[in-house]
């Protein structure tokens, strides 16, 4: 990403404050593994039973969808071109 900005003549990016509260709220949503972690023994994969939410322990806080879709996303996002979500200069 920082190639493409560099290539567009871009020397500054930050996320703006709701692209941060949007993106926490998609990675700490509850999940599916939310309902299996908090049944499972007290161990560092569930921050020892206390799973409460999909950003609690090692296994939580990650982009929903899975790896390959993630990176699939960011193509689609750097194609488009308009880096919406970051404040760019």
């Known amino acids: 990403m920082l190639v493409d900005a560099r290539a567009r ?4 990016l930050e996320p703006t404050r709701q692209a941060e509260a949007d993106w926490l709220a998609l990675v700490s949503a509850p999940n599916q593994m939310t309902d299996y972690l908090k049944a499972c023994t007290p161990g560092y994969y569930n921050a020892e039973g206390n799973a409460k939410s999909n950003s609690d322990g090692f296994l939580q806080g990650h982009y929903p969808e899975g790896g390959l879709r993630f990176y699939e996303m960011l193509a689609e996002w750097r194609a488009k071109g308009d880096y919406v979500g970051l ?3």
């Open 9 to 12: 003549g871009y020397t500054s």
């Open 87 to 89: 404040k760019v200069r």
